[in-house]
Every structure is written in structure tokens, then in C-alpha cells.
């Protein structure tokens, strides 16, 4: 069974401050090609900052992203997983309660991201490796 510490193991680690616009997050996310960055104050997890945040919360309802604080239009307080937590037990997270991403923390240290998309590629990595071992 693999878990978060491997599968995220060689990438950087983006977040962004809770005090940052949402202007300066939407360009963040977009020079690096991520959907989601998760937001820290003081260097702790405080909270997630999606695509649909900056959709539903700032655009949808006439909010200003160069005058819109992250902290504002963030989720707050998102459920985390740990490094050693099981890719299966993400997805199972990740369905149960309809999350496309779950920032991973050591102790109250952010260690990265996964997303469902890195999900769905893992598990359709390993089974292709199965399909090879059974065929050989």
C-alpha cells in the first residue's frame, strides 16, 4: 500500500500567506500551473485557496481579487492528512466528502498537496504494473 510520503516525495511544496490578494494567489497558481494552494498564517495551515474559491467567492458575487484577502474567501481550517496516510485512504477522504485536494502536514508543518487528479494517476500507474506482473 503506498502512501503521501511517496508520492509526493521529490515535488516543492506551494502555499501561499492568508494575507496575500486573491489577485496575487490567481497569478501564483497561474505561473505555476496548480488549482489549489494551500494558505498559512504565521507558517501553519489555515486554510485551502481554490479555483472555485476565487469562481464562487470573488468573481460570482462582484468581489475585488486586488483588494480581496485570501484569508476572506478561503476555506478555513481544511481536513489534512498526514505524510504516512494511505493513497487509498485519500481517495476514500477525498470521495467521501467531495475535496479535489487535501494539503498533507507533519505536526502542524505543511508538506505538500495532492489532488484527486494525482490520485487517479497513481492508482491507474500501479495498476498498470499489476497488468504487467500478471502478464508476464
Known amino acids: 500500500m503506498s502512501t503521501l510520503r511517496e508520492l509526493v ?63 476572506e474567501v478561503m476555506t478555513a481550517n481544511p481536513r489534512a492528512v498526514g505524510l504516512d496516510e494511505s493513497v487509498e485512504e485519500c481517495f476514500f477522504i477525498m470521495h467521501e466528502f467531495g475535496f479535489r485536494h487535501l494539503p498533507i502536514v507533519e505536526g502542524k508543518e505543511l508538506k505538500g498537496l495532492v489532488s484527486l487528479r494525482d490520485i487517479v494517476q497513481h492508482q491507474a500507474t500501479e495498476l498498470g504494473r499489476q497488468r504487467r506482473r500478471a502478464a508476464s
Open 9 to 71: 516525495k521529490d515535488r516543492k511544496v506551494y502555499s501561499i500567506d492568508a494575507g496575500r490578494t486573491v489577485l496575487e494567489a490567481a497569478r501564483f497558481m497561474m505561473e505555476h500551473n496548480i488549482g489549489a494552494l494551500p494558505v498559512l498564517r504565521n507558517g501553519e495551515l489555515a486554510g485551502i485557496f481554490s479555483e472555485r474559491d476565487v469562481m464562487n467567492r470573488v468573481v460570482a458575487v462582484g468581489r475585488t481579487p486586488g483588494h480581496t484577502a485570501v484569508s
